[in-house]
């Protein structure tokens, strides 16, 4: 059964204690013995108050120091282990935020390619239905407008999490990480921008149509008709700079 942090934490802590407790009963031990047996020995040797008593201070002197050493020994171990969990902790809140922005992100750039694909086919659909004024048409103009909306809701709903995920990473974990992350927020938000007006739509098709078949229009990609796309590339690389930046912040700290 896999054990939790504290109580690795806190199994390593009392087994140091139970080491250090060990070798002060050892200790204590071996010194009381060697009174008895002095004391025997004296006893041949008609041993004096005198030597008893100085044997017996010397003794409460040692376990008074060893009481003292153990003490402040147990005290600076239960600092080092409040301070490893808390920096164990530290780094698994961090890590957390990690996952959540490598699934915001990638949530984000695949709505916004959905919003482009659903509004280009809308307006192709529209231009065709303004054309030949077909039911169709106009059906299937009606359909991709209800999933350009809606993935333009769900485009925002991830916009405005990575907002709130970049302004995490700015305090928590670093400033130009956190900053990064809006940069490329604003650069897939740009990619659903249309270069195209709807009176450009109908001319494409109507253009179109003239050499070309209907199903070729509605083949037609939507790359010429909006800003340009994320590179994937691009995202890819922001989550490994974060990964790292997460790293190496954990590592400084520990190394301290």
């Not at 376990?63 to 600092?79: G, I, P, Q, T, V």
């Amino acid at each position: 059964m896999n054990k939790t942090v504290s109580e690795i934490l806190e199994f390593d802590m009392q087994w140091d204690l139970l080491v250090i407790y060990t070798i002060v009963s050892v200790a204590v031990s071996l010194i009381t013995s060697f009174i008895v047996q002095y004391v025997s020995w004296k006893g041949r040797n008609l041993a004096t108050k005198e030597d008893i008593s100085g044997i017996t201070e010397r003794i409460e002197d040692v376990k008074l120091n060893y009481s003292e050493k153990l003490e402040d020994y147990k005290n600076r171990l239960w600092e080092l282990q409040y301070e490893k969990g808390r920096l164990y902790e530290e780094f698994k809140i961090k890590h957390e935020i990690l996952e959540k922005v490598i699934v915001k992100l990638n949530k984000f750039g695949s709505d916004a390619i959905h919003h482009r694909i659903y509004a280009h086919h809308r307006n192709i659909y529209l231009a065709l239905y303004k054309l030949n004024n077909s039911e169709s048409n106009s059906k299937q103009y009606r359909e991709f407008q209800i999933k350009a909306e809606k993935s333009y809701l769900d485009f925002g709903v991830q916009s405005y999490e990575l907002t709130a995920l970049a302004s995490t990473i700015k305090v928590y974990i670093d400033d130009t990480l956190g900053g990064n992350l809006l940069i490329l927020q604003g650069k897939i938000k740009d990619s659903i921008t249309p270069r195209k007006s709807e009176d450009d739509y109908i001319q494409f098709v109507r253009s179109e149509l003239e050499t070309k078949s209907r199903d070729s229009v509605l083949s037609t990609t939507e790359d010429a008709f909006f800003q340009d796309s994320i590179d994937p590339d691009e995202i890819a690389h922001y989550l490994y700079q974060l990964q790292e930046g997460i790293k190496d912040d954990y590592r400084k700290t520990t190394n301290k």
